[in-house]
């Protein structure tokens, strides 16, 4: 069965430190995975798209790393901001027999204070 | 700038009542989503649709229907609302090929009381 399990469930970080979020998972055959930050009552945005040939990939202070042999990946935030008080959503897509399905992880919800 | 609306941000309805929820995108994507959302459940496919008039059942489509006449016009029903569709209802876009990026809409709070 394809899942995603994410780790931690929720955090708490002071402002200005950095984190790391887990998220492992079991898809076949594997396509990409990506990670959504969704702010309290809104749609999800994308932040990183990774195929199974990219390792890391970047943007802005969010740096997400994926290791498919081991079918885990991370996203590292730096140097935290309140904006960053989100959920962070791990979704790893698979593609076969014609059809291209997303798996979502249920998130890690982050809150950055003060 | 990609964009997918939804026609209403909170929605108060009574058991029992029809309910349409609408999806509209401007980047004339071929597919369209919806899901729900709960707490601790994470997001559940509903429906999803890769051409006009084409709709196929997602993960949980009991109690639900959708039409899709227009290719950037997606729409959610609930023929007979209960209480356990009170949810967060998140409409997304795809195109076809190419990108794999999806985008979301901003979502529905949907109350059933």
């Known amino acids: 069965k394809n899942q995603v399990e994410q780790s931690p469930q929720s955090l708490i970080i002071l402002e200005g430190k950095n984190c790391t979020l887990q998220?492992?998972?079991?898809?076949?055959?594997?396509?990409?995975l990506r990670w959504y930050k969704q702010d309290t009552g809104r749609g999800p945005v994308s932040l990183t798209i990774?195929?199974?040939?990219?390792n890391t990939k970047s943007n802005g202070r969010y740096t997400a790393t994926l290791d498919a042999d081991t079918k885990q990946s991370s996203l590292h935030i730096t140097a935290s901001q309140l904006s960053d008080s989100a959920s962070y959503i791990c979704v790893a897509a698979y593609s076969g027999a014609g059809s291209y399905q997303l798996t979502f992880g249920k998130g890690t919800k982050l809150s950055v204070i003060p | 700038d990609v964009k997918v609306t939804q026609s209403s941000r909170y929605l108060v309805k009574r058991t029992g009542e029809k309910v349409f929820l609408e999806c509209v995108q401007d980047m004339d994507h071929e597919n369209m989503f919806w899901y729900r959302q709960d707490p601790g459940l994470g997001l559940r496919l509903i429906y999803f649709?890769?051409?006009?008039?084409?709709?196929e059942k997602g993960d949980i489509p009991e109690g639900y229907s959708v039409s899709r006449e227009k290719k950037e016009r997606f729409s959610l029903i609930l023929e007979s609302a209960s209480t356990n569709q009170t949810s967060m209802y998140l409409c997304?876009?795809?195109?076809?090929?190419?990108?794999?990026?999806?985008?979301f809409g901003p979502g529905t709070r949907l109350t059933v009381t």
């Open positions: 649709s890769y051409d006009v008039k084409m709709k």
């Open positions: 998220c492992n998972y079991t898809v076949s055959p594997f396509s990409n």
């Open positions: 990774m195929t199974f040939s990219e």
């Open positions: 997304a876009s795809r195109r076809r090929t190419g990108s794999y990026e999806q985008y």
